[in-house]
């Protein structure tokens, strides 16, 4: 209390961040799909929960297995936004299908998956590539011409098969 019988107690300001955990990425866009290779991109989440996002970790399930197993740990790596995928389990990549997730990190946590995952068949260089995105399912044969692409898809990134 001062002379004049009033509190005069002042306190520094307080700066206080409310944040959350972002939103989950888009799925992963299909770029190259070979025997050897899945290459992919993202876009960054809509909303990065009020804190930055500091990187990304991207997950692959290959069909009939239990788990998504770790691709991908760029948690502290937030400028990429793309990947070359070769193995699967320490392992070159076979003829088989693929589901991959991509999980969004910033100071409170992570994110919640890719709202759909891509899915996608890695087949040999004379065969065809099929993959589906948000339930659409689209084929390019080894020239490129599309095969049962759905009028739907249209907007769906190509495959192409090396």
Known sequence: MNTAGTWSYESAPVTM??????DGPAAPTLQLSALD?????WEPPLFDGGSPILGYSVWIQAAGDADYLLAYNGTQN???TSLAIREYNGQPLEIRSYSILVRAYNWVGVSPDTA???TLIVAAPSS???S???????MVDVDGAHTGLAASAAAVPAVVTL
């Open 17 to 22: 961040l409310c944040a959350n955990v972002p």
């Open 128 to 130: 065809a590539a099929y």
């Open 78 to 80: 937030p400028a990429t």
């Open 116 to 118: 759909v995952a891509l």
């Open 132 to 138: 589906t995105v948000e339930g659409e399912i689209f």
């Open 37 to 41: 290779l899945i290459l992919l991109d």
